[in-house]
């Protein structure tokens, strides 16, 4: 995990010599380290990018920005990463005795999270692909309710244990599907 992108989570500066906060984010990571089991799948999809929508087999993004993101793009990668009900537990636990701890502990998971993200983009670029920015269902004219399809096209559910709500919200929280597009060869 990565301190400085935890500090900023936490809206402090990365250059704070707090001995007790520097102390806790360390012991938190550890504790993040120890209990979480992150799981992740992906695909890679033939697609096309036409105007507000992204189309991946019988299934169309809703998007100008996503479309956008993806134009020129013949291929997408479809992924979905959680840090698993451990983190959710963890979170519960401080929750009603310990704000502070529970504070930094949603920030060392956030920052967990996005490692395990960075990790499977780093590995499809040792592969030799040259990607595009990740987007997700919830950034700006995605709607969330996307993410129901996504759910669908790579049965989520199934492979990983993540499931959505009728909210269209993941569950464990900790948890992030997103596209990332492939620049053609």
């Given at each position: 995990m990565n301190k400085t992108e935890i500090l900023h989570y936490l809206r402090t500066s990365s250059k704070t010599e707090d001995e007790r906060l520097l102390a806790l984010i360390d012991s938190c990571c550890d504790e993040v380290n120890k209990c979480v089991r992150p799981k992740t799948i992906h695909r890679i999809f033939d697609c096309k990018a036409t105007g507000d929508r992204l189309i991946i087999s019988d299934y169309e993004f809703i998007s100008q920005r996503l479309a956008k993101n993806l134009d020129s793009c013949n291929r997408v990668c479809v992924f979905a990463a959680t840090l698993g009900t451990e983190s959710d537990r963890l979170l519960r636990t401080y929750a009603p005795t310990d704000i502070t701890k529970t504070m930094v502990l949603q920030a060392c998971l956030a920052s967990k999270i996005e490692e395990v993200r960075d990790s499977l983009e780093e590995e499809l670029k040792e592969g030799g692909m040259k990607l595009r920015r990740r987007y997700s269902p919830g950034y700006f004219d995605?709607?969330?309710?996307?993410?129901?399809?996504?759910?669908?096209?790579?049965?989520?559910?199934?492979?990983?244990?993540?499931?959505?709500?009728?909210?269209?919200q993941m569950v464990p929280t900790k948890s992030v599907t997103a596209f990332t597009g492939i620049e053609n060869d």
């Open positions: 995605l709607d969330i309710k996307e993410n129901k399809k996504l759910f669908e096209l790579m049965d989520i559910t199934k492979r990983i244990g993540l499931t959505l709500t009728d909210t269209y």
